[in-house]
């Protein structure tokens, strides 16, 4: 079946970039996704892209897919100490989602 | 967006008990899942609640032990049966209109 990974911490100083990764298997894949939960909290959903894009950017966030290497990543501009969370990668192509492990990101002051 | 909330919060329970897990969507949506976070782990999904027949169950998971209900368009139940402590975990609610799906803030059910 389908299988999400993702590398489980990063740690990062404040105001610099920060880049969680993710990689999976199954290439019908519609919507990849991103969400983050805080400690104790539900999922917020950061932002997400449709499979024919290669490039998503709103605002802070930036989502890249590689298509052929089956590669999705989410950069986070000038990391502020609330962006520490676990960020969850998800994939869909029947409206259920498959999700990765999640990476917990640390930020330094 | 859709907004999602969920009842109870948070419960503890005795084991061989049942706990029944409401969500509500703030608009109508085409579909409704239920997922299970195991204490430290990812999301992992349970069933597809349909509106108006039987949910549809993801492997390792039965009908006996989550029933699901939806009755309409913004509301879905989740009953955990004949609880043991390996089913405390966070169950979470998620609804998708489209392309956007949503969580609600979880129920975190502790079985003693």
């Known amino acids: 079946g389908e299988d999400v990974e993702q590398s489980l911490f990063l740690s990062v100083r404040e105001g610099d970039s920060s880049v969680i990764n993710c990689t999976y298997t199954?290439?019908?894949?519609?919507?990849l996704y991103w969400y983050k939960q805080e400690p104790g909290a539900g999922l917020q959903l950061l932002t997400y892209?449709?499979?024919?894009?290669d490039m998503k950017q709103d605002q802070r966030l930036t989502v890249l897919l590689n298509k052929k290497d089956k590669h999705l990543s989410l950069r986070i501009a000038d990391t502020q100490t609330g962006d520490s969370a676990i960020y969850f990668c998800?994939?869909?192509?029947?409206?259920?989602?498959?999700f990765g492990q999640g990476t917990t990101l640390q930020v330094k002051p | 967006s859709a907004v999602i909330s969920q009842k109870p919060s948070r419960d503890i329970c005795q084991r061989g008990t049942s706990l029944t897990i409401q969500c509500q969507v703030d608009?109508?949506?085409?579909?409704m899942f239920w997922y299970r976070q195991q204490p430290g782990q990812s999301l992992t999904l349970i069933a597809t609640?349909?509106?108006?027949?039987?949910?549809?169950?993801e492997s390792g998971f039965v009908i006996d032990k989550f029933p699901i209900s939806r009755p309409n368009l913004t509301f879905s139940t989740l009953t955990v049966s004949n609880m043991s402590p390996e089913d405390s975990s966070i169950y979470l609610c998620?609804?998708?209109?489209?392309?956007?799906?949503?969580f609600g803030p979880g129920t975190r059910l502790t079985v003693t």
């Open positions: 998620s609804a998708s209109g489209g392309s956007e799906q949503y």
């Open positions: 199954d290439s019908s894949s519609t919507y």
């Open positions: 892209i449709f499979s024919n894009m």
């Open positions: 998800a994939v869909s192509n029947t409206g259920k989602l498959i």
């Open positions: 608009s109508q949506v085409t579909m």
């Open positions: 609640a349909n509106q108006g027949s039987e949910a549809t169950y």
